[in-house]
């Protein structure tokens, strides 16, 4: 998928305001000041927005226009957010072991096959301090089927991650895109001790 030629205009995901579920847990103490990471941050409003709260962020993308128009856009609002252009599924050539103490996605996950999730899991657990928090948003299968992205069933999201993580909810959510609220699932797992 060529991810850059979707930011030559304004994807359906890019809606210009941080997700509503990303503000609640900040706004309920689930994501509390530390070192974040967001993962797929495109033009990076939830990363912008952990930044405003205290939390010392990096955005991770593999866009270069979403990175560079993020990076103008974090100036432009005088907030510092480290992002950088990079493949999620090679952080281990990016990020050391354990530096961050939350991981947010936002859409991401979603987006990968069935071969990539574990490399993913595998790459989150790796960057994420031992009971680090990984809080992930993505598409549900309450969503009506249709075109987009692949609706994810809670089934499939422990598949995913139980090996690496505690899951300790997912909870039905929203998702707002231009094209409206869509039916989402909220995730919230913590990192185990196992590397
Ligand atoms: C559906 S968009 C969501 C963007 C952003 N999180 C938001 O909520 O607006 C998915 C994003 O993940 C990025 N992406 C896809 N695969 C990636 C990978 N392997 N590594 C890093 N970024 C990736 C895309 O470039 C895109 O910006």
Request: aromatic fraction near 10%.
């Amino acid at each position: 998928m060529d991810w850059d030629e979707f930011y030559k205009g304004t994807p359906a995901w890019d809606v210009g305001h941080p997700q509503r579920a990303f503000e609640a847990l900040l706004e309920d103490g689930e994501i509390k000041p530390g070192r974040a990471l967001d993962i797929g941050c495109g033009r990076g409003e939830n990363a912008i927005m952990l930044a405003m709260s205290g939390c010392d962020v990096t955005g991770i993308d593999l866009a270069e226009t979403a990175i560079s128009d993020a990076k103008a856009k974090a100036a432009e609002r005088h907030v510092n957010v480290n992002f950088v252009v990079g493949d999620v599924l090679m952080m281990d050539q990016l990020f050391k072991e354990s530096e961050f103490d939350v991981v947010i996605d936002s859409f991401l996950f979603h987006t990968f096959t069935d071969k990539e999730r574990p490399i993913f899991a595998k790459q989150v657990c790796r960057v994420l301090k031992p009971g680090g928090k990984y809080f992930m948003l993505c598409f549900s299968d309450k969503d009506p089927a249709g075109p987009g992205p692949r609706r994810i069933s809670k089934a499939e999201i422990q598949h995913t991650f139980t090996p690496l993580f505690n899951v300790i909810y997912i909870a039905d959510s929203s998702l707002v895109a231009t094209t409206g609220k869509r039916e989402a699932y909220l995730l919230s797992a913590v990192r185990k001790n196992i590397f």
